[in-house]
């Protein structure tokens, strides 16, 4: 099992951006995938999961209508979105293979670094 | 203000045992499952207990997990300075209906 992500981003307050979560090795619609923020020198916050199987998404309260989480089963990749980003936003991004039922995070990505600065 | 309660630091000398605790309620790790992560800084989290007490392979028996009503606790026995690093807790939680984790331990080994 492998999650790859995209690598890192420098971008201005107000632009768009989305990052990948490139998967191999299982099966990609049998498992739950979830997005973890860690702002710099913070702890984890867990963001959202979906379950490409058939779509359905759970937003942390925190982060609803704040960033967009989707995925294509044609090649095993989630994405997280963000429609306009703002100087709070700079963190690092991790998504992470969830078990069904329990939800626990059992495969992580790398990280990606979002850096939002004008 | 994390959903779970962690202590924010914990240390012991090597060869020692600590426990981390992780203090929840009703919605979540009164009626979830726990798990615990560990970060050493600079590299992604990494599991090391699922569904309470469970250890992914690869994991030591070093490391220990139990949960009683609404807390939960990470034991780690025979300390080693490769344990230094940041620990969470984390569950599910029903009234949010997303998941939740503590806000992390800085686990020293003096």
């Known amino acids: 099992v492998q999650l790859e992500q995209s690598g890192a981003e420098v971008k201005k307050p107000g632009e768009s951006l989305k990052i990948s979560c490139k998967t191999s090795?299982?099966?990609?619609?049998?498992?739950?995938i979830g997005w973890v923020r860690q702002m710099p020198g913070k702890g984890l916050e867990w963001m959202g999961i979906?379950?490409?199987?058939?779509?359905?998404?759970k937003y942390s309260p925190s982060f609803e209508g704040q960033v967009t989480i989707s995925a294509d089963q044609s090649i095993s990749t989630a994405y997280l979105q963000w429609s306009s980003l703002k100087a709070s936003d700079t963190a690092m991004y991790y998504c992470?293979?969830?078990?069904?039922?329990?939800?626990?995070?059992?495969?992580w990505g790398q990280g990606t670094l979002v850096t939002v600065s004008s | 203000q994390s959903v779970l309660t962690q202590p924010p630091s914990v240390s012991a000398a090597p060869g020692q045992k600590v426990t981390i605790s992780c203090s929840g309620s009703?919605?979540?790790?009164?009626?979830?499952?726990v798990s615990w992560y560990q970060q050493i800084p600079g590299s992604a989290p990494k599991l090391l207990i699922y569904?309470?007490?469970e250890r992914p392979s690869g994991i030591p028996d070093r490391f220990s997990g139990s949960k009683s009503a609404t807390s939960a606790t990470l034991g780690i026995t025979g300390l080693q300075t490769g344990d230094e690093a940041d620990y969470y807790c984390?569950?599910?939680?029903?009234?949010?209906?997303?998941?939740?984790f503590g806000g992390g331990t800085r686990l020293t080994v003096l």
């Open positions: 992470a293979r969830a078990i069904p039922g329990t939800k626990y995070l059992d495969y």
């Open positions: 090795g299982y099966r990609f619609p049998s498992y739950w």
């Open positions: 979906l379950y490409p199987g058939d779509s359905d998404i």
């Open positions: 009703s919605s979540n790790i009164g009626n979830h499952y």
């Open positions: 569904d309470n007490n």
């Open positions: 984390a569950t599910w939680d029903s009234s949010l209906s997303a998941g939740v």
